[in-house]
């Protein structure tokens, strides 16, 4: 991935999670796997980690612990009320953007 891919993604990522997460709830491994099996695959686990922290202590997210066949408890993330309303803010902001940006790449219509 290009620097100035890095550089977008580090913006948005946090709302790609949440995305993820408005549609089913999961844990850190979950969330990195379908990343990449979506192309994006120099996400490192530790990147998504750290995302489902900072997202915690937002209170964006509810979180609940199940037990792992392996080692500790999984911590399970589903969106919350509040999590929702910051998505869906992500989202307009997303498609103002999105338009604006199209409209320079199309020599300012």
């Not at 964006?60 to 589903?78: A, C």
């Not at 919350?80 to 103002?96: I, P």
Request: net charge neutral.
């Amino acid at each position: 991935m290009g620097k100035q891919m890095t550089e977008m993604l580090k913006g948005t990522l946090e709302g790609i999670v949440l995305a993820i997460l408005s549609v089913r709830s999961a844990y850190g491994y979950e969330i990195t796997a379908w990343l990449r099996e979506r192309g994006f695959a120099d996400i490192a686990e530790g990147t998504i980690y750290a995302l489902l922290v900072r997202i915690e202590k937002k209170d964006l997210v509810d979180v609940e612990k199940i037990p792992s066949e392996k080692g500790p408890p999984r911590k399970v993330y589903s969106l919350n009320a509040q999590g929702r309303e910051y998505l869906d803010e992500f989202w307009s902001t997303w498609r103002f953007l999105a338009e604006r940006l199209e409209q320079l790449h199309e020599g300012g219509k």
